[in-house]
């Protein structure tokens, strides 16, 4: 059984700089692709960032740029750090976990899902 806990969520200041968490626990291969998404209310999920099963990071969206994925293998954890966040950003983020290697960025392509974490900018 997976299963996705994310956190470091919270209150921001605009301008700020938070890390997120995604911790993983039981078996998922650490070579599969991990992708942070965001969704606000009335909206569907967007994909915020993806690392693949070689560890060769993407972004993507309205945060490209403003957005780093990384990955520890060794703990299981993919990290979100954000930087330069605007009101705009506050949303609950989730992480997901897929069965390839390769990145993808569709809801539908992931297996695991985190039950999300709220970042709220002010």
């Known amino acids: 059984h997976v299963q996705l806990v994310e956190s470091g969520g919270g209150s921001v200041q605009a301008g700020g700089s938070p890390r997120l968490s995604c911790a993983a626990s039981?078996?998922?291969?650490?070579?599969?692709?991990v992708a942070w998404f965001r969704q606000v209310p009335r909206k569907g999920r967007e994909a915020v960032a993806c690392?693949?099963?070689?560890?060769?990071?993407f972004s993507t969206g309205d945060m490209d740029g403003r957005v780093t994925i990384s990955r520890d293998e060794i703990n299981k954890i993919v990290y979100l750090q954000m930087t330069d966040l605007k009101p705009e950003d506050s949303a609950m983020y989730y992480c997901?976990?897929?069965?390839?290697?390769?990145?993808?960025?569709?809801?539908?392509?992931?297996?695991?899902w985190g039950q999300g974490t709220q970042v709220t900018v002010s």
């Open positions: 997901a976990g897929c069965d390839g290697l390769s990145c993808v960025y569709g809801v539908g392509d992931f297996t695991y």
């Open positions: 039981g078996y998922i291969d650490s070579r599969y692709c």
């Open positions: 690392i693949n099963g070689f560890s060769t990071a």
